[in-house]
């Protein structure tokens, strides 16, 4: 069995698809909020 090192492996490619999951996720939470902003402008 191998020994364990920490700090060592490369999670370049963790940390890019977090970074794309947090962005869609941000846009995707500002455009329900404009939408729910614009229907209760419309139905008043």
Do not use: P, R, Y
């Not at 191998?2 to 963790?14: A, N, Y």
């Not at 890019?16 to 139905?43: D, E, H, R, Y």
């Amino acid at each position: 069995m191998s020994d364990h090192k920490h700090g060592e492996m490369d999670t370049s490619v963790q940390e890019n698809t977090f970074n794309g999951f947090m962005s869609m996720v941000t846009k995707i939470a500002v455009i329900i909020i404009v939408a729910l902003i614009l229907l209760a402008l419309i139905n008043g």
